[in-house]
């Protein structure tokens, strides 16, 4: 478990790895709030809701309103459920909270009920803002994106599920993001539930293996020694190749013709048992000489 904030280079490569879509705004990787406060240790990761509806919140969060500076938040998350990198570092999405809230969050506890205010936030929680106005659901391509999104950092951190909030949950006055009606947070357990799946299924898995290579290797076929050339089956030739194809005769059935031997010196024994040899192949005259070539060879020590 790691509390050293993400660099830039880290968070593509870990939303990469989660299949979490995404877009760089701007100078996003060093627009932050550092010179403002603290960023780090980061101990979660803090979802919120903007409250409006429209299509592109990207310059919103990126700037900020009055009295509230961007970057609004690290992450946006627009409505056809893609992340876009808004600000690295320090963002002003979570304000003051619950000292018990982060106490918890830090240490994967159960969350207590917030009830005070005096802890700075934003030095300690990512936080993704998401394009909608919380009076109603956000879109389903939203809500798998934001799974992806939250393992991603839960990955790298090594955290669990348990290092998730609602900013509703986290003590500041009057906010009940992220909304699915009216003043209505979502049920942040269940939205756990489903983080916790997503980072469990480990994307690395999803990757189709190779397939896998038969485990018995077919048998390599009896290697057949180079012939080595008609020159040593003549009339008074005398060499070791004459005794290894004695010998392949013999082994072959040919064992009759050979009262003695098989020897190194070329006999009439040698040349009458390859010519048999040859005439079990179906070959004649030409072809059944008894002086053995290369076809001769090659299906003898096959
Ligand atoms: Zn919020």
Redesign the pocket.
């Known amino acids: 478990m790691t509390t050293t904030p993400m660099t830039p280079t880290q968070i593509k490569a870990q939303l990469k790895k989660f299949g979490a879509p995404f877009k760089e705004y701007k100078d996003w990787d060093s627009h932050n709030r550092n010179h403002k406060g603290p960023w780090g240790p980061v101990h979660g990761f803090?979802v919120?809701?903007t409250g409006s509806d429209s299509k592109d919140q990207r310059e919103l969060l990126y700037r900020g309103i009055t009295d509230l500076p961007g970057p609004l938040a690290q992450f946006g998350l627009s409505q056809d459920g893609t992340v876009h990198l808004i600000g690295w570092g320090r963002a002003n999405?979570?304000g003051l909270g619950d000292d018990d809230v982060l106490h918890a969050v830090k240490n994967e506890l159960k969350l207590p009920q917030d009830n005070e205010s005096n802890t700075d936030g934003n030095r300690h929680f990512y936080?993704v803002?998401i394009w909608y106005s919380g009076s109603h659901k956000m879109t389903e391509a939203q809500y798998a994106t934001l799974r992806k999104l939250a393992a991603a950092v839960l990955d790298f951190h090594g955290w669990s599920e348990k290092s998730v909030i609602g900013?509703?949950e986290w003590g500041?006055p009057g906010?009940w993001?992220p909304g699915y009606a009216t003043g209505k947070m979502m049920g942040m357990d269940d939205v756990r539930k489903d983080i916790k799946a997503t980072l469990a299924k480990k994307p690395d898995d999803e990757k189709p293996k190779p397939p896998s290579k038969p485990t018995t290797p077919a048998k390599p076929k009896p290697s057949i020694p180079a012939f080595p050339g008609t020159y040593y089956f003549r009339p008074g030739a005398k060499n070791s190749y004459v005794t290894m194809l004695g010998r392949q005769l013999v082994k072959k059935g040919y064992k009759r013709f050979y009262k003695v031997g098989p020897g190194a010196q070329w006999t009439a024994v040698d040349r009458a048992a390859v010519r048999a040899f040859q005439t079990a192949q179906g070959w004649a005259g030409s072809n059944a000489d008894g002086y053995p070539g290369p076809e001769t060879w090659k299906r003898l020590f096959s």
Request: hydrophobic content about 15%.
């Open positions: 803090m919120h809701h999405h979570a936080g803002e900013h509703g500041s906010k993001d």
